[in-house]
């Protein structure tokens, strides 16, 4: 079997899907890599890195497409919505990609793929379940945008983090509210608190009180009903209106109060709630600084500009898209650790097996067979809901 890694495409996208290390792994499950000249060098892993572990070095993207039986991607078809159109040309019938296709939040790209015959696996569909821990991709990439979106704050705001006791006298330290205690907001209160800064943080979810206390941080605690603000999966679910408005107006006092807001709601295929609002901005103190980690489904602050920084009745907002891809060297490092051990899972006697029965292949497979095969996406694109098939389905390469 072959698996190819192509460069990527999207506008400055820096990551890789398989880093030279994991060459060697996968060559001892039987598994040959061919990877197109260049496409590590953006996250600092040479050719000669890949050659050296045991891969081949493709000259061209045809060439990538055309031998690999397997593809794997950081941005499929669905995250890389323009280039991404063009790799259509290159798809076999019969095989297989693995990658981020953003299936919720943009479907038709998932009609496109069946079309070619493609059989694709959408790794933000893994469920979450601690067997598919090692592989959870949105996970990974959450820790790295949580780790920049710290040190984005520390790097504009007109204030140090830490209190420190100077000849000049005593500085207090810099407080800091995170909104949203999932991966990427833990991992902003946990390097936001290293850095010296004071920390509170707010969840939808009460369950998540103890992991931030954990951290030293300060839990706020919000009178609203929160019930069923949790998916089955443990993502946070998408709450009415006047929930939200609620929330912003019992919020409004915990943000004027801070130096500084990392906001980061979002809820899967879904546009971002709106959390702070340009009033809540006015009475933010002069110098303030917003980092919405939203930002790319629309952004959890009423004035973020995706893609842009803006500077808003004083106040910073950075609305910066791709946080993982500004470090690409992890980002690349732990991405390709979670496909390679989601490839390892697909395998069967060197084939790909795929057992239905298995939730993770079960619910990360997207197309199959011409069709678009996931139950949430047939539902989003208004088709019927498929009859049973066999069970367990297994394709040689």
Do not use: W
Not at 17 to 37: F, N, R, S
């Amino acid at each position: 079997m072959i698996v190819g890694v192509p460069i990527e495409t999207y506008p400055n996208e820096e990551r890789v899907a398989l880093v030279p290390a994991l060459v060697l792994t996968l060559a001892k499950i039987g598994i040959d890599v061919i990877v197109e000249q260049g496409a590590g060098e953006k996250a600092g892993f040479a050719d000669a890195e890949y050659e050296k572990q045991g891969a081949r070095i493709g000259s061209s993207r045809n060439e990538i497409f055309s031998s690999a039986d397997v593809l794997v991607q950081v941005r499929g078809l669905g995250t890389n919505p323009n280039a991404g159109h063009t790799d259509l040309e290159l798809f076999r019938s019969g095989q297989f990609v693995i990658g981020q296709f953003n299936p919720l939040g943009a479907p038709k790209a998932a009609l496109a793929l069946a079309g070619k015959g493609v059989t694709t696996f959408a790794l933000e569909l893994l469920p979450r379940i601690s067997r598919a821990q090692s592989m959870d991709v949105l996970s990974s990439m959450a820790t790295i945008a949580g780790y920049k979106a710290a040190l984005m704050v520390a790097g504009n705001l007109k204030k140090m983090f830490p209190l420190m006791i100077t000849a000049a006298g005593t500085i207090t330290p810099s407080k800091v509210f995170v909104i949203g205690a999932g991966v990427a907001g833990l991992q902003a209160i946990a390097t936001s608190r290293r850095l010296g800064a004071s920390i509170q943080a707010y969840d939808v979810r009460p369950a998540v009180k103890e992991q931030v206390e954990s951290l030293g941080a300060k839990f706020v605690e919000l009178e609203l009903e929160t019930k069923e603000s949790e998916t089955s999966g443990g993502y946070a679910k998408a709450m009415d209106e006047e929930f939200y408005r609620r929330q912003r107006e019992l919020m409004t006092r915990v943000v004027a109060e801070c130096d500084a807001v990392i906001t980061t709601a979002a809820v899967p295929g879904k546009k971002a709630p709106v959390l702070i609002t340009e009033d809540m901005v006015k009475g933010m103190r002069l110098g303030s600084v917003i980092v919405d980690l939203a930002a790319e489904s629309g952004g959890n602050c009423e004035l973020t500009r995706p893609g842009d920084v803006v500077e808003v009745h004083g106040v910073t907002i950075l609305g910066t898209l791709n946080l993982p891809s500004t470090i690409p060297y992890h980002a690349s490092q732990m991405y390709a650790k979670n496909v390679a051990t989601f490839l390892q899972n697909l395998l069967k006697n060197g084939s790909i097996h795929l057992d239905l029965e298995d939730q993770i292949i079960r619910d990360t497979l997207l197309t199959h067979e011409g069709e678009v095969v996931n139950a949430q996406v047939r539902e989003l694109l208004g088709l019927p809901a498929l009859t049973q098939k066999n069970d367990e389905k297994e394709s040689s390469s």
